[in-house]
């Protein structure tokens, strides 16, 4: 047998190899009962990573020490380094195998996909680890010494990645050990992506480098790396390198030395040279390519930036406009004023940094939160997807920013992430259609409420489905501020010292609250509602999470550029990893109706139709079936459908909806006309146009001036929709909730042309109306109103700007 051939045996045998492989199966099968880890996906390829990173990088430094002190002096290097690569490659094939017959098993999500995170993650890092711990073992005589030098690169890496987390925006990180930290938990899209591969790309350009400058400085006479020997290039008398005329010694068979040819060695360190040059040029361009990025460049990609009383606003210029900013700004300072009053805070001594990103995939690459909005603990900053006015986050956000106040040394918030987050919600109260208090309710009844101890917790708490965890802690705080004031809940915010503060246990207090929610009572309506909203469970009980998420993204993405074969495609797809996946199904009905394929559309509205269905999709499926039955000239079949919407009560929205199709379907002179404007895909001017014609003919038809009011306020031409609004009131509206969309409508009409007073004046009529009609959820309409009328006043009084205008004027 062969020296190399001896050698490659021996070290098949040895404990290290063996070690490392036993480690990593054993940790696989572990992740087997593990929820969202179990399945040859993402998370596995994460955790194995990590494990695998320290586990190869150990094995190689006891390999190469064996071999540096017991193999024969004519076992060339090149094959030490050939061996090791592929053992730490080796060592990762009876994990994958594990994993593979667990989903298998279990039923596969994404096969491809799963083993390609594999080999960028595990498979990319046991090689820069394999190299790491090369350089370490050949720099360094001893052993022991080795194995330090090699974790301490090991933490270093990683403490630079939480060091970033911790002190710049993006909440991803790229890094040669885990590959991929994609972020927040709650962004269940996790995906392969460009700047995954090039982040990988220069993690193996980083091994070229490590495995070129070590053939460049290998001394195999002492079977050490000596960094003078890269630039000691002379061609010796047997074609090897030479030092001092003498020839080194490791003679391999043939002849020649170890340290190969001329030609070898030049190629080394030219390959040397170009991967530093490649490095190089990835770190001077890491922010563009997306894999290290900090506030300078975010703030430059924005473009944007406001400057008020208490807030540095940066936005992105390409999607939001002078006067949108306006509205955000002034909206910042009120939805301020209005904490620090609730919390009994003063303003913050420095301004606030405010991110408005212009959609959500650039949030993804700029900062790692799709649809998560961020509050940086600590850094009295926050990152927020741009929405519709009022922000629907922002406020939750702000409380974070402000609650530091009394919060922990630490950043600012409460290790008790149930109080940290419940606050927000306790302090941005929403109360349509039900608030905290009624929708915790609703849970306990359902059955869907996990125990609120749990919550409390950091574990307890991000393991539950969000919108359970947030609304059950948010409904606590706020019994505990009412019941025993602000004083007592600052007290036992900072480290959760309940007992200090109440003079009660934790369990105490929860069966307080308890016992306040039970007393609620809920109608039957309500109960329905509340089940569409908690039905769906965490992320860590469902099956193929990431590949469901994805498929649906793409699916509604498809939908919303009308191409519909590729959206009723992804959905299908849906439905065959999670056939009850409430977004699929809903977007599957549209998809094919948008179609036309009309046959379908019956089999889906019965799969949708059953017992324990939600009843949002209950109202799609009915509407959907009203409006092919129009489309197909069954008149009565479509009014029977549109009834079922309105007596189901899903929403204001679909209700609403429902009730205008119901009211034109008698009106055969128009009926076509507007339920042309009502099912189309976007309102084309032309069929705005058609529906004002329709005026002529229905003079009393006072809905057609309400979608015209509509479509002029959606444009921005808000003095135009004042006028079509007031003549829908002046004729009649059909029911209560399209009269109160009307006054809506008109209120904010009044808001944006900054009309405060006459804002507020209809905003009170809509309170008026909606307290006096008892419909479901007109008690959070009316609270809804009064808020906005809160709203209209604070603005009249600090001027169009608020406290900024205020504060330019002192300047």
Known sequence: MSPDKHFVTSVLRRKPYLAATAVLTAAAAAMTQLPLVDDLGFEFAFLTAAVATFAT???????????????????????????????SLSTLLLPMVVMFVNSWISGFCNVPEGLAFYLLLPGISVLWATSVALVCALSV??????????????FVSVGISVFRLATQ???????????????????????????????????LVSVLAMVAGLCTCFDPSVRKIRPSLFLKFRRGPDGGISRGGKQDGGISRGGKQDGGSAATGMAMRVLFLVSVVVLGVAYVYRAPLGIVIDRAHIQQTLGGHRQTAHFDIYFDTNTISAWNIDLIARDHEYQLDRIITYLEVPAPSTRIASYIYGSADQKKRLMGARHTSIERPGADEMHLNNASFPHPVLKHELVHVVSAAFGNALYGGSYWIGFHEGLAEAVDWQDA?????????????????????????????????????????????????????????????PDGAVEASYGRTTAELIAEWEAFVDGIQLREDQLRIARQRFIRPSIFRLHCPHEVAALNDRGWQAYNAQRYWDAVRNFDRVLELEPENPSALRGLLYGIYRQGDYERIESVAQRIERPDQTVGLLADAQLVRGDTAWKTGRIDDARRSYEAVVNLQASDTMSRAASIRLGVLDREPIRDTIMTYLTAVTGHWRLVLSVRDAGDLAPDYGTGHYLLGRWLFLSGSYEQALEYLAKAEAIGLPDELVRQESLRLEAMAHFYLERY???????????????????????????????????????????????????RRAR
């Not at 094995?59 to 024969?72: A, E, I």
């Not at 005589?141 to 090991?154: I, K, P, S, W």
């Not at 905290?436 to 708490?461: C, D, K, V």
């Open 57 to 87: 990088g150990v094995m190689t430094v006891h390999l190469v020490n064996g071999w540096r002190t017991d193999s024969p002096r004519n076992t060339r290097h090149s094959a030490l380094l050939a061996l090791l690569f592929g053992l």
């Open 141 to 154: 005589e001893r052993r022991r010494h080795a194995t330090l030098l090699f974790l301490g690169v090991m």
């Open 169 to 203: 925006p993006p909440v991803f990180a790229y890094n040669p050990i885990i590959g991929y930290f994609p972020g927040p938990i709650y962004d269940e899209v996790v995906v392969i992506t460009s700047t995954l591969l090039a982040a990988r790309a220069i993690v």
């Open 433 to 493: 259609p039900m608030n905290p208090h009624e929708w915790s309710r609703a849970m306990r009844e359902l059955g869907y409420a996990p125990p609120l101890a749990n919550l409390l917790s950091m574990t307890g708490f991000w393991t539950a489905a969000s919108s359970r965890s947030y609304t059950l802690c948010g409904s606590f705080v706020r019994f505990l501020i009412e019941r025993y004031g602000l004083d007592a809940f600052k007290q036992a915010f």
């Open 757 to 807: 007073e006459q804002s507020a004046e209809v905003f009170g009529r809509m309170a008026a109306l909606a307290g006096s009609g008892g419909e479901a959820g007109a008690g959070g309409v009316a609270r809804t109103a009064e808020a906005w009328i809160d709203r209209c006043r604070w603005y009249q009084q600090n001027g169009s700007d608020g406290p900024d205008r205020q504060a």
